[in-house]
């Protein structure tokens, strides 16, 4: 299950690997929006559809 995560995070886009990664590491809102040039409430929104592409990867098998 594990590694089935791994492979599917390495497929995505290295922006919202990094985000996806910062928010499972606890950064806050403004850590990650500082660290990838966004607002706060972007940064969000944008981890946001990150995971939603990582849960249809999951679903589909890690297969794009």
Known sequence: EWQ???LSLARLPDRDRALVRGH???L????LAG???????SARKAVQRALEKLRG???QGGAQ
């Open 4 to 6: 089935q995560l791994a």
């Open 28 to 31: 806050s809102w403004e850590v």
């Open 57 to 59: 990867q999951a679903q």
């Open 35 to 41: 660290e990838h040039d966004l607002q706060p409430e």
């Open 24 to 26: 499972l590491r606890g």
